[in-house]
């Protein structure tokens, strides 16, 4: 190796350090577009996934198979039969669809497997686990067109994948879901790997796809947007195509709770070690812009309280409030504010003589469920709660009482309330009570 060479080397190591420390033990989910897995730079990309595994990154692994399938549909002399942009897969597509999917997850598994010959990773001994891990539902009958075994995701198994992912294990996962009936179902590939970012609380969602990204009028890349900003792109994009599907992925899963979401290209060689370790980066990154933090309520946050409760009010669930009082008790409030939106709140009510206060209006977006948001607003309230000399908190509630006996609520009778709190008990709504001892 050459002296430059070597500085050179010397230097992106030294550069990437920190990256490398903020990556580890971190969740990424990684899609590859189906003509990725076709690509001469597969080998490469593999390499680069298992590079990622042994710097202790938790990877999952999504695919696609639109070209390779529709080849096995040509070879089987099957026609492509598409509504509402969802392939029809009948009995008899749904063998060749399995048969597909199978000897994929096959090439994959043995491509991760063999420890690279001739790689930096040679021996690395990776291990590569696959099976059920997402549940799904029939798409049924859309607009008078049955699309038989076409599914959604209904559910993704997050405590068994984080189980495989603590052992050290790459997860990978077919474009394909199952039932509790024993059935199988052909699915959106990009659906798995958003829902699957989504529910694991992954901080990288990344797609695969032929562009390395979005680019302006002038074909120059576009480094990073926001979701808002990103899907100003969408009626711009061919309908369907790889890129649209793709940003829709990324645009989705950063609403809903994933930190970052990158698009890059497979025919760009290192892309994924550029767009993580640099940087410059590489590809176009969505995220939002993460002004988010969880504060003591204001007076100026009453407007923002009043549209985040409004429609658990109007669904019967919370006790309507008027701005009136929403006003006079905004002290007791603490929300958490993203870039000036009040997206979750929850108020702490105090019976000093008792020593017992009310945990009350706890409310997160529905778009920001996937953060941990509630438990961070719940530790907050119960610091507070115990500063004040609190020692048992209480919470009424007609729709949330796992979330609370999830959290180490214990159910309570009304008549444990105190006397003040249990006259104004509205018996119509007959709401449960829990108890929590701080």
């Known amino acids: 190796m050459s002296d430059s060479s070597f500085s050179q080397s010397v230097y992106w190591f030294r550069h990437a350090s920190p990256y490398i420390n903020a990556h580890r033990g971190r969740t990424f989910v990684i899609h590859l577009d189906g003509e990725a897995l076709r690509t001469s730079g597969l080998d490469e990309l593999i390499a680069d996934l298992a590079l990622l595994s042994s710097l202790g990154i938790r990877l999952v692994v999504t695919y696609g198979m639109r070209p390779q399938l529709q080849e096995s549909f040509a070879r089987h002399q099957l026609t492509w039969q598409e509504h509402q942009g969802r392939l029809i897969v009948n009995a008899e597509r749904l063998q060749v669809l399995l048969t ?3 000897g994929l ?14 790689s930096p990773m040679q021996g690395a001994g990776l291990r590569v686990l696959s099976g059920n891990l997402v549940t799904a539902r029939p798409l049924g009958i859309r607009e008078g067109v049955d699309l038989h075994s076409s599914g959604e995701v209904r559910r993704i198994q997050v405590k068994s994948i984080n189980s495989l ?10 474009p394909l879901g199952y039932s ?22 992954a901080d990288k969602l990344i797609l695969f796809g032929e562009d390395g990204g979005l680019k302006n009028p002038s074909g120059e890349l576009i480094r990073d947007l926001s979701p808002d900003e990103a899907e100003s792109w969408l009626t711009s994009l061919a309908p369907q195509s790889t890129l649209q599907r793709h940003l829709q992925a990324a645009c989705s899963a950063c609403r809903r709770g994933v930190a970052r979401a990158h698009l890059l290209s497979y025919q760009r060689s290192g892309a994924l070690l550029q767009e993580l370790f640099t940087r410059d980066g590489d590809g176009t990154l969505i995220t939002q812009q993460r002004y988010e933090n969880l504060r003591q309520a204001r007076i100026d946050d009453v407007g923002g309280l009043l549209a985040l409760l409004r429609p658990l009010e109007e669904a019967g669930v919370l006790v309507r409030r008027s701005r009136e009082l929403l006003e006079a008790e905004i002290e007791r ?16 009510y105090p019976y000093p003589d008792q020593k017992q206060g009310e945990l009350a209006c706890v409310v997160v977006d529905p778009e920001y469920r996937q953060g941990q948001r509630g438990d961070r607003l719940l530790e907050s309230l119960q610091k507070q709660a115990r500063a004040l000399g609190i020692e048992q908190l209480f919470v009424l509630t007609t729709h949330t009482a796992h979330w609370f006996l999830e959290r180490g609520f214990l159910p309570a009778q009304v008549e444990q309330l105190p006397a003040a709190r249990r006259d104004l008990y509205n018996w119509q709504r007959n709401s449960r009570v829990f108890y929590k001892t701080l």
Not at 105 to 118: K, V
Not at 165 to 174: C, F, H, K, S
Not at 184 to 197: K, Q, S
């Open 333 to 348: 409030f603490t929300v958490i504010d993203l870039d000036g939106s009040i997206i979750a709140c929850a108020a702490l």
């Open 180 to 201: 509790a009936t024993g059935e199988t179902f052909d699915l959106d590939a990009e659906e798995v790997a958003m829902a699957t970012a989504i529910h694991l609380g």
């Open 105 to 118: 997850r096959t090439q994959l598994e043995a491509r991760l497997s063999m420890g690279l010959p001739n």
């Open 100 to 102: 597909c999917a199978g």
């Open 165 to 174: 992912l603590d052992q050290g294990a790459i997860v990978l996962l077919p």
